[in-house]
């Protein structure tokens, strides 16, 4: 009986883990535990996917993001806080060594206080700029709520993204509209690394309210050069993502009604967007995972130790498989290639020999089979078989295996009659044997006249 109520009670445990696939354990930071009645929806959406938070004041003293050197948090999301920085234990320095050991952040700011220098030297480390003067606010005098906003027109009143670009996947779209206020705007650098989500209308600028003067003559920036959300995934695929505007993350704004100038009254998505944008950070959605890669010689009836060999020849007819599978929310699925897009093979010693165009050949109920067939280059040396997959909000993929490919053996080379090349030097060779021959037989049977005379008078 103990036994089955123990499976029973295991079951259970199970049934309540976190959907994401790199851990349940959610550090939130909040300077003021008043506030946290202003989020009970966000924190309620997130315990309710299997999170456990811990709430915690970045003036604890006892705060580390590390234990005996491991993560001792999965995730961090980062309220904006209201003093200077979030003290020396969440440091720029602290929290890209957390992104380092594969831990994910979500960063919220607000317009509404001034942005702590810390915060932007952490920012300034991902190549992520906000106004000089830490203090503007994203202002759109035809993009915003009449409803609250009337005088200010700081509270933008925007679609939710849609597809962000035509070679990626649908993780932030849909339908609805999204109330972003008192946003704070930055802009993202040249890298590959970063990506906007959510980007401020054409005719949005950033302002700052402290300013005496009531016209603006210099702005940060404007237009879609603002973002008002952004994701940085790094290289070894953790993830920071920036939202600047952490009231749109408050109960007030998940059940809002607003309403655009000319247009009607509706309520607001952020909830679904909140969800959309935690999934993502904290590796809900979006993550690659590869569960084998086989290669061999393109033949029929392949045994075990056929499988990856450590060898091949020069011209040798090659098989090329990986199987991959995306984690969506709580399983993994087959992937699929985003439109537009293509998953490659690169066959290289120094540079490629072979870049190849993997095809899904199959589908399993959890994975996609890609593969490929080629001829291995008549090039002897140390190669590799490389898949090196990176793309905005996919985990990177990056396998590299290698082989040596040799030459042919001395008995591995084809007959030379079998060469249809070589037919003209052979006729010409045996033409010559034939003619030798003929000459010896001619000569051997073709005595001198003299010679017949000579014994015919002796026989007389």
Same mark, same amino acid.
């Given at each position: 009986?103990?036994?089955?109520? +123990? ?8 049934? *309540?883990?976190?959907? +994401? ?7 939130? *930071?909040? !300077? ?20 456990? &938070? ?15 050197? #491991? ?30 050991? #594969? /831990? ?18 952490? &920012? &300034? ?15 759109? $005098? ?10 200010? $027109? ?9 597809? &962000?670009?035509? #070679?990626?996947?649908?993780?932030? /779209?849909?339908? /609805? @509209? ?10 993202? /650098? ?20 402290? !300013? ?32 600047? +505007?952490? !009231? ?46 086989? $290669? ?14 450590? @060898? ?48 899904? @050949? ?38 590299? $295996? ?13 007959? +030379? ?23 010896? *037989? ?10 017949? #005379? ?7």
């Amino acid at each position: 009986m103990r036994w089955c109520s +123990s499976l029973l009670l295991f079951g259970c445990l199970a049934a *309540v883990n976190a959907l +994401s696939s790199s851990g349940n354990r959610l550090l939130v *930071v909040l !300077e003021d535990a008043a506030e946290k009645g202003l989020y009970s929806t966000l924190f309620g959406d997130l315990e309710a996917r299997g999170y456990n &938070l811990i709430f915690d004041s970045p003036k604890n003293e006892q705060l580390s993001l590390f234990e005996l050197g #491991d993560r001792a948090y999965d995730h961090v999301l980062l309220l904006p806080p209201k003093s200077k920085g979030f003290g020396p234990s969440l440091s720029p320095k602290n929290l890209v060594d957390f992104l380092n050991n #594969d /831990g994910n952040v979500l960063l919220a700011l607000s317009g509404k206080s001034t942005t702590p220098s810390a915060v932007s030297s952490l &920012l &300034l480390e991902f190549d992520i700029h906000i106004s000089p003067d830490r203090s503007s606010v994203a202002v759109d $005098h035809f993009n915003y709520d009449t409803l609250s906003a009337s005088e200010k $027109h700081d509270v933008l009143v925007l679609e939710r993204p849609g597809k &962000l670009r035509p #070679d990626t996947k649908e993780f932030f /779209g849909g339908e /609805g @509209i999204l109330a972003v206020p008192s946003a704070s705007p930055h802009t993202l /650098g040249d890298t590959s690394l970063l990506a906007p989500i959510l980007r401020a209308p054409a005719t949005a600028y950033s302002y700052n309210p402290k !300013e005496d003067s009531g016209s603006v003559e210099e702005v940060f920036a404007t237009g879609s050069q603002l973002a008002l959300a952004s994701a940085m995934q790094a290289r070894n695929s953790a993830r920071f993502t920036l939202l600047g +505007s952490v !009231e749109s993350l408050q109960d007030k704004w998940f059940s809002a009604t607003v309403k655009a100038p000319g247009g009607k009254e509706v309520k607001t998505a952020n909830r679904e967007f909140a969800k959309q944008l935690t999934a993502w950070t904290f590796k809900e959605t979006g993550v690659l995972k590869v569960e084998k890669i086989e $290669h061999h010689l393109a033949k029929h009836g392949l045994a075990l130790e056929d499988l990856n060999p450590t @060898i091949y020849r020069v011209k040798n007819e090659t098989v090329f498989t990986i199987e991959i599978s995306e984690y969506a929310h709580d399983r993994y699925i087959p992937f699929e290639i985003p439109e537009n897009d293509a998953l490659q093979l690169e066959f290289t010693m120094l540079s490629p020999f072979h870049r190849l165009n993997l095809t899904p @050949i199959k589908t399993t109920e959890n994975s996609t089979l890609f593969s490929t067939q080629f001829t291995v280059p008549d090039q002897h040396g140390i190669f590799s078989f490389r898949v090196n997959y990176k793309r905005p909000f996919l985990t990177n993929i990056e396998e590299k $295996h290698e082989v040596t490919v040799r030459h042919y053996a001395h008995n591995e080379y084809p007959r +030379s009659w079998k060469i249809s090349g070589g037919w003209v030097w052979i006729a010409g060779l045996w033409s010559v044997i034939a003619g030798f021959l003929a000459f010896v *037989v001619i000569w051997l049977y073709s005595e001198p006249a003299s010679a017949v #005379d000579g014994k015919r008078k002796k026989t007389q």
